[in-house]
Nanobody, 114 residues
Framework: VQLQASGGGLVQAGGSLRLSCTTS????????MNWYRQAPGNERELVAVISTFGNTNYADSVKGRFTISRDSAKNTVNLQMNSLKPEDTGVYYCNAHTALYDFWGQGTLVTVSS
């Protein structure tokens, strides 16, 4: 099983980044896909969710700025992040969840400078 997150980097406040998580070894179409983030000194928090049916949900702090999407042909989940703020800084992790498993990627670092 692999969840490979990419797309992180350094960006100025107000800028955009697009994170991608490419998966293998899981039943992607049956998995709820999630993005979490963890800022230094903070607990990991749920940022965005996309269900197997494509229903989405977001943390209040990112609503209207972030968009999660999934591509079943490529077994990939994406997170488009716009209007980034310094408080969005952290390591972003993708997660694949079903009743039978809960897998995590290695994380990609997002740094937003003010």
């Amino acid at each position: 099983v692999q969840l490979q997150a990419s797309g992180g980097g350094l960006v100025q406040a107000g800028g955009s980044l697009r994170l991608s998580c490419t998966t293998s070894g899981i039943t992607f179409t049956y998995s709820t896909m999630n993005w979490y983030r963890q800022a230094p000194g903070n607990e990991r928090e749920l940022v965005a969710v996309i269900s197997t049916f494509g229903n989405t949900n977001y943390a209040d702090s990112v609503k209207g700025r972030f968009t999660i999407s999934r591509d079943s042909a490529k077994n990939t989940v994406n997170l488009q992040m716009n209007s980034l703020k310094p408080e969005d800084t952290g390591v972003y992790y993708c997660n694949a969840h079903t009743a039978l498993y809960d897998f995590w990627g290695q994380g990609t670092l997002v740094t937003v400078s003010s």
